[in-house]
């Protein structure tokens, strides 16, 4: 249950969230409707911790955000919300089945513990045939249920979903409507879209206007209270990711490197220029990779809500 209350936010002195008022159950599917700039993406970044300015009261099963750290913080987003985004934020060069599981992995669960679990998503989403497929191969339904299948991997009291189904088609719009339909039968999804049809799926809807939280009486709670997980934060090893970004980018990064050197200095290359070509790629992937995860770990998805 996320119970909002007196809720407020502001930029510049501007309010765009006012006395904002609303309690959400633990299950159900929520659609949030407004023109761009009404305060949709502002919400869902304090719903998820990322924005710690605002006065008012946010609680999670009876946890106050605002007296959670910055560690404990992440840990809240890490073990009970999942985050889909309109761009998608999957990893290219990367399969559909290392995609999804990257969340484990930030989790602190290795890859062959979680594999089974992935691959089980991926063939329940409908994506048995394309997990071991690169993601830059994937139509635009492919990769948002693969992204759905990565946000569900850690098992999430809650799936925040920042316009799922702006870059799909109707047909695909409406498979991932149904499918968070179907998910939000035994957790709370939160959609963000400027779509009435996909709109008319959720179990109610709300709008924000003039900073107001809109949408009739608050859900009737039902089933038993949830529970906020709050696990021991993983150690995750930047390095072995940095060395599989090496593994995976290697061949294509080399073939850039080699053809940009031959083309710039119009020679062919001798055995220890090529050599020096090859180490100075490995290093530069590898530092890439290093920052690269630590950046996946910690803040893409607060990057990604922010707009």
């Not at 501007?14 to 904002?20: C, F, I, M, R």
């Not at 987003?77 to 934020?89: E, K, T």
Request: net charge positive.
């Amino acid at each position: 249950m996320i119970a909002i209350q007196n809720l407020t936010k502001q930029y510049g002195g501007t309010p765009v969230l006012e006395n904002a008022a609303f309690t959400f159950p633990n299950q159900g599917l929520f659609c949030i409707l407004g023109p761009s700039g009404c305060g949709k993406t502002t919400l869902l970044n304090l719903l998820a911790g990322f924005d710690r300015d605002f006065s008012g009261e946010i609680s999670v099963n009876g946890t106050s955000l605002s007296g959670l750290s910055d560690r404990k913080l992440c840990a809240y987003r890490r073990d009970n919300i999942g985050f889909v985004f309109q761009s998608y934020h999957l990893l290219p060069g990367y399969s559909a089945l290392q995609n999804v599981l990257l969340a484990s992995e930030a989790a602190g669960v290795s890859p062959g513990e979680s594999r089974p679990k992935a691959q089980a998503l991926l063939e329940k989403l409908g994506l048995a045939q394309q997990a071991g497929k690169k993601i830059e191969t994937l139509s635009g339904g492919q990769k948002q249920r693969t992204a759905i299948a990565r946000a569900l991997m850690n098992d999430p009291a809650i799936l925040l979903a920042d316009e799922p189904t702006g870059a799909l088609d109707r047909a695909n719009a409406n498979q991932i409507m149904e499918l968070l339909k179907a998910l939000s039968r035994d957790r709370l999804v939160l959609v963000i879209t400027h779509d009435q049809k996909c709109a008319q799926y959720a179990d109610q809807i709300l709008t924000i206007t003039d900073g107001k939280l809109n949408g009739g009486e608050d859900t009737p709670l039902s089933g038993e209270p949830g529970t906020l997980k709050q696990k021991t934060a993983p150690k995750v090893s930047m390095g072995k990711r940095a060395i599989q970004n090496v593994r995976i980018r290697l061949l294509r990064c080399l073939a850039i490197a080699l053809a940009g050197k031959a083309l710039s200095f119009d020679l062919v290359l001798t055995p220890w220029q090529a050599l020096g070509a090859v180490g100075l790629s490995c290093l530069a992937i590898l530092v890439i990779g290093f920052l690269a995860s630590h950046r996946l770990v910690h803040t893409q998805p607060a990057d990604a809500l922010r707009k």
